[in-house]
């Protein structure tokens, strides 16, 4: 299993990765550590109508997680491609016959591998949104952090939701298939997207869609909150296992059907 | 001769684990400042340092050329198995805690009936059911985001553990005894400002040092327990987040603000 994770870890480029991310992090935390923005670049500060310091350097130094881990997120979405099409260049399928491995090890060591960058990726999440709200001032940035944290598990469990259907069907399909079904579904999300832009009810964004509605929901629905954050990581979890069973079925018969 | 180097491996290790922490404690907590005054992200920015331990353990293994085995005898014990009913130590990790927690609670409020207050959840204006989900919500969240505790876990139970029992031989207790003591005085910078104790009482902070040494103790057992039987690091770095996470819901019925915690000792 150890080789295999490995494998999957080269051939993501995961050195480089971690040699990103890690730099990324020491970046933000020297850029918050030593130019918390409201003490050093005076010009970026003001005060509001009730003498409460604002900063738009906090906040937009609030904002940059959000855009760091929208970011990791694509490149793991990348992931799940990736270590399949690599494995299928270099026939991986051949080479493991002569293993003495068990037959779900290649399947899992896929699901360990993405399910395991999960976890480093929201851990790193954790790190850069403690930095952002520990050194700053504004109230408004520190508002957008408190959204955002309680934001990560919904999104995350979201995020390992269309990994356990991605690799399912990369696993399951190959690659040019499940590209295929990638795109129909994209494309089909786009269309449907663009349709509600053209004849559906826009009023919604203007009337629905404020941040301030949904910190007020959140502030006055705290049981719900903590029920999201507790139950969409176990379901979402929950879900990934299902798929990785299924996946291990639907695979062994491909590969008997190979033999 | 084997012994001897354990030693010096260990020495470096606490060198590390230490050095790095402390100077991380002196950056990150505002002078003068004591745990309370500090902002809640601010209280969390310096719990990163719960990190030092795994850093440690990594640059000593790259210092003293050990190796990065993943599972295994002399490894990080990275590795996770549910074979062989392991499954039962990862099952104990997330129960533990809450037990150990809710059986300290009642046994506060037996020694100390004024501590109970039916409608103090209500007094917060905190919803009650949420003080119910609370030892659920800890569960989840202390698996899910485990990085900090499983920093502090994969220094000192995947390093500095296995190097004590190897030192001590079959002697498990002081070795168990010494890894609590070494445990607990690295968190004294933080039980200095106020962490754990506050800063009102009396010995202030050497009884609270005390008092940390003897909890590391305590729970260093617990974990150490763990760790071994499951040859995993996981269960304590499950058991130790879960911990941190106060999975209690006996605490939405507990004012302590009723009573003097010294009139009540």
């Given at each position: 299993?150890?080789?295999?994770?490995?494998?999957?870890?080269?051939?993501?480029?995961?050195?480089?990765?971690?040699?990103?991310?890690?730099?990324?992090?020491?970046?933000?935390?020297?850029?918050?550590?030593?130019?918390?923005?409201?003490?050093?670049?005076?010009?970026?500060?003001?005060?509001?109508?009730?003498?409460?310091?604002?900063?738009?350097?906090?906040?937009?130094?609030?904002?940059?997680?959000?855009?760091?881990?929208?970011?990791?997120?694509?490149?793991?979405?990348?992931?799940?491609?990736?270590?399949?099409?690599?494995?299928?260049?270099?026939?991986?399928?051949?080479?493991?016959?002569?293993?003495?491995?068990?037959?779900?090890?290649?399947?899992?060591?896929?699901?360990?591998?993405?399910?395991?960058?999960?976890?480093?990726?929201?851990?790193?999440?954790?790190?850069?949104?403690?930095?952002?709200?520990?050194?700053?001032?504004?109230?408004?940035?520190?508002?957008?952090?408190?959204?955002?944290?309680?934001?990560?598990?919904?999104?995350?469990?979201?995020?390992?939701?269309?990994?356990?259907?991605?690799?399912?069907?990369?696993?399951?399909?190959?690659?040019?298939?499940?590209?295929?079904?990638?795109?129909?579904?994209?494309?089909?999300?786009?269309?449907?997207?663009?349709?509600?832009?053209?004849?559906?009810?826009?009023?919604?964004?203007?009337?629905?869609?404020?941040?301030?509605?949904?910190?007020?929901?959140?502030?006055?629905?705290?049981?719900?909150?903590?029920?999201?954050?507790?139950?969409?990581?176990?379901?979402?979890?929950?879900?990934?296992?299902?798929?990785?069973?299924?996946?291990?079925?639907?695979?062994?018969?491909?590969?008997?059907?190979?033999? | 001769?084997?012994?001897?180097?354990?030693?010096?491996?260990?020495?470096?290790?606490?060198?590390?684990?230490?050095?790095?922490?402390?100077?991380?404690?002196?950056?990150?907590?505002?002078?003068?400042?004591?745990?309370?005054?500090?902002?809640?992200?601010?209280?969390?920015?310096?719990?990163?340092?719960?990190?030092?331990?795994?850093?440690?353990?990594?640059?000593?293994?790259?210092?003293?050329?050990?190796?990065?085995?993943?599972?295994?005898?002399?490894?990080?014990?990275?590795?996770?198995?549910?074979?062989?009913?392991?499954?039962?130590?990862?099952?104990?990790?997330?129960?533990?805690?809450?037990?150990?927690?809710?059986?300290?609670?009642?046994?506060a409020i037996l020694l100390c009936p004024d501590l109970l207050d039916?409608?103090?959840?209500?007094?917060?204006?905190?919803?009650?059911?949420?003080?119910?989900?609370?030892?659920?919500?800890?569960?989840?969240?202390?698996?899910?985001?485990?990085?900090?505790?499983?920093?502090?876990?994969?220094?000192?139970?995947?390093?500095?553990?296995?190097?004590?029992?190897?030192?001590?031989?079959?002697?498990?207790?002081?070795?168990?005894?010494?890894?609590?003591?070494?445990?607990?005085?690295?968190?004294?910078?933080?039980?200095?400002?106020?962490?754990?104790?506050?800063?009102?009482?009396?010995?202030?902070?050497?009884?609270?040092?005390?008092?940390?040494?003897?909890?590391?103790?305590?729970?260093?057992?617990?974990?150490?327990?763990?760790?071994?039987?499951?040859?995993?690091?996981?269960?304590?770095?499950?058991?130790?987040?879960?911990?941190?996470?106060?999975?209690?819901?006996?605490?939405?019925?507990?004012?302590?603000?009723?009573i003097?915690?010294?009139?009540?000792?």
């Open positions: 299993m150890g080789g295999l994770l490995y494998n999957a870890f080269v051939s993501v480029r995961g050195k480089k990765m971690i040699r990103i991310s890690g730099i990324v992090t020491i970046l933000f935390i020297l850029v918050k550590r030593i130019f918390p923005g409201w003490r050093v670049i005076t010009r970026y500060v003001s005060y509001d109508k009730n003498g409460v310091m604002t900063s738009d350097l906090d906040i937009l130094l609030s904002l940059l997680p959000a855009v760091l881990i929208i970011t990791a997120l694509d490149v793991v979405n990348i992931w799940n491609s990736r270590c399949i099409e690599s494995d299928e260049k270099n026939k991986i399928r051949t080479y493991l016959a002569a293993l003495p491995l068990g037959k779900n090890a290649y399947v899992a060591s896929k699901y360990v591998f993405i399910g395991i960058t999960y976890f480093v990726l929201l851990s790193l999440s954790y790190v850069w949104y403690i930095t952002a709200g520990a050194f700053s001032i504004d109230a408004y940035a520190i508002q957008m952090i408190d959204i955002s944290m309680s934001l990560l598990m919904p999104v995350f469990s979201f995020a390992l939701l269309i990994s356990a259907e991605e690799l399912f069907l990369f696993l399951v399909l190959g690659k040019k298939k499940a590209m295929m079904i990638k795109v129909g579904v994209c494309l089909l999300l786009g269309i449907a997207f663009v349709g509600w832009l053209l004849f559906g009810n826009l009023y919604i964004i203007e009337e629905g869609f404020y941040v301030d509605k949904l910190v007020d929901w959140m502030k006055t629905h705290t049981f719900e909150v903590v029920l999201i954050q507790i139950l969409s990581p176990v379901i979402s979890l929950l879900i990934y296992f299902g798929s990785y069973k299924l996946c291990c079925w639907f695979y062994n018969r491909k590969e008997r059907d190979y033999d | 001769m084997t012994k001897k180097k354990d030693l010096q491996r260990l020495l470096i290790f606490l060198g590390y684990a230490f050095g790095l922490t402390w100077l991380f404690f002196l950056v990150a907590v505002p002078m003068g400042s004591t745990w309370s005054e500090m902002t809640t992200y601010r209280q969390s920015f310096v719990s990163l340092g719960m990190l030092g331990p795994l850093v440690a353990h990594i640059l000593t293994r790259l210092v003293t050329k050990e190796g990065f085995k993943l599972s295994g005898k002399d490894s990080m014990m990275l590795g996770m198995s549910f074979r062989d009913r392991k499954w039962v130590y990862f099952l104990l990790a997330l129960i533990l805690p809450w037990v150990i927690l809710e059986l300290g609670n009642a046994v039916l409608n103090y959840a209500e007094s917060l204006g905190v919803d009650t059911k949420i003080f119910l989900l609370q030892p659920l919500s800890a569960m989840v969240s202390g698996v899910i985001v485990s990085f900090a505790a499983f920093g502090e876990e994969g220094g000192w139970r995947a390093y500095m553990m296995p190097k004590l029992f190897k030192l001590f031989g079959e002697k498990k207790l002081p070795a168990l005894i010494i890894g609590g003591i070494i445990w607990g005085l690295w968190h004294a910078p933080l039980t200095c400002i106020g962490h754990n104790y506050g800063t009102e009482y009396p010995g202030f902070p050497f009884l609270g040092i005390l008092m940390m040494c003897i909890s590391c103790i305590l729970l260093g057992i617990i974990l150490s327990f763990l760790s071994e039987r499951s040859g995993s690091v996981w269960p304590a770095a499950f058991m130790h987040a879960v911990f941190n996470a106060h999975p209690t819901a006996l605490i939405g019925l507990m004012n302590d603000e009723k003097d915690p010294v009139k009540a000792l």
